[in-house]
């Protein structure tokens, strides 16, 4: 109505399981009704930080006691959680697999 001059706009965030430091977005008004946008302040960045562990949750709780809490997690569960998180992505996958395949043809005898 008249004289208000700030608007509040809900957006919905879809849940991703998958960590990412922070994921952004531009989130842009257009086609106003009943008002004006401003010159600059019609288009707006949107941060959203991931509030996961990385690089999963499955040790989190040891993660919430500091210092000490992570010095137990056990080492080999902890790179096990890391490469599982590489090769969800799969541009990392496929790209290994073929470092390795192509790092093995030296061992080959012609």
């Known amino acids: 109505?008249?004289?208000?001059?700030?608007?509040?706009?809900?957006?919905?965030?879809?849940?991703?399981?998958?960590?990412?430091?922070?994921?952004?977005?531009?989130?842009s008004l257009s086609q106003p009704k009943a008002c004006m946008l401003g010159h600059y302040l019609h288009t707006c960045r949107v941060k959203i930080i991931d509030g996961g562990c990385f690089p999963s949750d499955r040790y989190a709780k040891q993660i919430q006691f500091g210092m000490r809490g992570i010095e137990n997690i056990p080492a080999p569960g902890l790179v096990t959680e890391f490469l599982r998180f590489v090769y969800s992505a799969r541009e990392v996958r496929w790209r290994t697999l073929l470092t390795v395949a192509f790092d093995q043809l030296q061992n080959l005898y012609l």
């Open 1 to 27: 109505g008249p004289g208000v001059i700030t608007q509040s706009v809900r957006v919905k965030i879809l849940k991703d399981e998958h960590w990412n430091a922070t994921l952004e977005f531009k989130l």
